[in-house]
């Protein structure tokens, strides 16, 4: 570990002293600290312009094509997860204006139900700083939020693209004095039927993907309204329907699948302004069905999951830059399924607490710590800190945190019918992390250069696994330990003071995740790269912008993936370019976009998921209507 602390500093002194010699290249925010509430939070923000890109149609596009994340897709439409820092998908915590959508049933989230339209905002926050919202984030946590304030009074965009791709989104807002009201409507149904070679067979025949449409609508209601400077509420309803068929893998014909997802969410949200105090509550009511059909086997399933969450926030600002904050979550979960012998409940109820001092101007400490209650269980203390020390002079913030956190069994791991192990204990978490944050204006403040570097290392005790059991089928397990170390760059630039706007964003991760100790004699994982964890991964983004007419270009490098635990066999590494190009014409209020997307650029063949076919060269015309308030 000791070696990428060096490596991780060399790279970022190599890039703070190459700063005046890039002319053309851009940025964003990528880390971010709430100065004014004096959070200590590790957050990688993202800016407004991608989410708005015609490349990011879902929260998976955007958190893959954005961010230091891998993220495990199985095909266009298709389910997506995210595994951040080396843990699982289900070490990651969704999260939706504070409300977090971890399912109770698997611990995951499908990000490729969450269409970028229905969202405004989207940030990461890595390892420890994740326990501020919620327990579970053991790697971290992906957050988007909505916003009340908007200048469009009406947007219209249409989509058409390769392979039966249509896609149509309406959004209309209503302001009156302290009353507005955001409504946005999306559709979408693609075929999904591109041609790919089959490597299964002799020859490598040229096949067509078959039994791979989707079909999506969905809707969303936000209400905003202010009394007074004293209060304001908020309250956002939230429907979404998928019906996907599921393509067969290469080595399999003929299975005809098909998974209907159905989801709703309410949210109730209120703020009350006591001085330097503030009061938030809030309140969500979410229900998730999924209907799964196999007719080859004449076999369906049906899942239905309902949750109401609440949380109650208190912050104050105190005389010599203090700031303490105080929550509670309280969330109730019940889920039936045909694998579960009853209905099932898991309740939790939890209490974090921060307190944040600036020593001086340099030094700025937080502790921390939750409290959390999985009722009729247990409880657990999960503590963290977090520095801040700022080189005032060089425009460096050196920071570093500590943490423990815990992700208790899903409903799946505890009495799925067969394999569900009552037996299991939560998986625990310790996680360290020390890094260099850079920021300034450089070549005559003509260039805004952001840059920050960490390291960090983290082992998760009583990791669960599902693997085969001696009663003939697969059954979850607790390993013994799973260390996680690596390395996280992140480089934003953008040109100031002219017509012609140019940005640059890159992110690179290196990850090593492995198993400490066998678990059976004959075990060879020891010491090698969990699967499908890709070791090295990068994205690089370029955005121009001259009079009317943008270009944007994402290049998306992924690393080998291992594919079993032995580290014999593996999925080859890949990179893909997607291109974006359009004009804007403005006619005084209204603004008509046309664009041109060309993903896959270079026609790459390669697989995400092992036996799982990948599209080729594609395209996507859109055209969007937006009429601003004056």
């Not at 010699?21 to 004014?36: R, Y």
């Not at 390291?455 to 669960?464: G, N, Q």
Request: proline share 2%; glycine share 6%.
């Amino acid at each position: 570990m000791k070696k990428w602390y060096i490596i991780g500093l060399i790279g970022f002194w190599g890039n703070v002293f190459s700063q005046n010699q890039l002319m053309d290249t851009v940025t964003i925010p990528v880390v971010s600290i709430e100065a004014k509430r004096i959070e200590l939070e590790n957050e990688l923000k993202i800016d407004s312009s991608f989410k708005n890109d015609a490349l990011n149609q879902t929260l998976a596009d955007l958190i893959s094509k954005t961010t230091p994340v891998f993220v495990k897709s199985y095909g266009i439409g298709s389910q997506a997860t995210v595994s951040l820092r080396g843990s699982a998908a289900a070490h990651t915590a969704v999260i939706w204006n504070g409300i977090s959508l971890n399912s109770s049933m698997n611990g995951l989230v499908d990000l490729a139900l969450f269409p970028s339209f229905f969202f405004e905002e989207a940030s990461l926050n890595l390892g420890s700083s994740s326990l501020a919202t919620s327990s579970g984030g053991i790697g971290g946590a992906i957050h988007f939020d909505n916003r009340a304030k908007s200048n469009e009074i009406l947007v219209l965009d249409q989509q058409i693209g390769s392979f039966g791709l249509k896609q149509s989104k309406i959004g209309f807002n209503i302001k009156h004095k302290n009353f507005s009201s955001k409504t946005k409507l999306f559709y979408k149904t693609a075929d999904n039927n591109f041609t790919y070679r089959d490597i299964a067979k002799e020859g490598f025949p040229n096949k067509k993907l078959e039994n791979a449409s989707i079909h999506q609508k969905g809707f969303k209601q936000d209400f905003y309204w202010r009394n007074n400077d004293k209060s304001k509420y908020s309250l956002q309803f939230w429907y979404f329907n998928s019906d996907r068929e599921l393509p067969s893998i290469y080595t399999v014909n003929n299975v005809v699948e098909n998974q209907v997802d159905q989801s709703f969410k309410g949210l109730l949200v209120a703020t009350y302004y006591y001085g330097k105090s503030i009061l938030n509550i809030k309140t969500a009511l979410i229900k998730d069905e999924l209907n799964y059909q196999n007719e080859a086997a004449n076999f369906a399933t049906y899942s239905n999951s309902f949750s109401s969450k609440s949380i109650i926030e208190l912050s104050r600002d105190f005389k010599r830059k203090i700031n303490v904050k105080l929550s509670s979550n309280i969330d109730f979960n019940q889920a039936e399924h045909s694998a579960y012998q009853s209905k099932l409940y898991q309740n939790r109820i939890s209490v974090y607490a921060h307190i944040a001092k600036k020593i001086n101007k340099k030094l700025t400490v937080q502790l921390a710590s939750r409290q959390e209650w999985v009722l009729e269980k247990t409880n657990y203390f999960l503590p963290s800190i977090a520095l801040d020390y700022k080189i005032i002079n060089a425009n460096l913030n050196l920071f570093a945190s500590y943490g423990q956190n815990l992700k208790y069994p899903s409903l799946n791991d505890l009495y799925w019918t067969p394999g569900g192990n009552p037996e299991l204990k939560p998986e625990q978490s310790e996680s360290k992390e020390f890094g260099v944050r850079f920021d300034k204006k450089v070549l005559d403040q003509s260039i805004h250069a952001k840059s920050s570097i960490s390291v960090y290392h983290a082992t998760i005790d009583d990791y669960i696994l599902w693997r085969p059991s001696a009663f003939g089928y697969w059954m979850a397990f607790n390993l013994n330990t799973v260390e996680s170390q690596g390395l996280e760059y992140q480089l934003t630039l953008k040109s100031l003071k002219t017509k012609w706007a140019k940005s640059l964003f890159f992110n690179y991760t290196y990850s090593k995740s492995a198993t400490t100790e066998k678990v059976h004699e004959f075990d060879k994982s020891v010491g090698k790269q969990l699967i499908y964890i890709p070791e090295h991964s990068f994205n690089l983004n370029l955005k121009s912008n001259y009079q009317n007419y943008y270009l944007s270009c994402n290049w998306q490098f992924i690393g080998a993936r291992y594919i079993s635990s032995d580290n014999k066999i593996f999925l080859p590494s890949y990179g893909l370019i997607d291109l974006n190009i359009g004009k804007t014409l403005l006619f005084k209020s209204n603004a008509i976009d046309v664009g041109f997307s060309v993903l896959n650029v270079m026609d790459i063949e390669y697989q995400a998921i092992q036996w799982r076919p990948m599209p080729g060269r594609n395209y996507l015309v859109q055209l969007k209507y937006k009429l601003n308030a004056k």
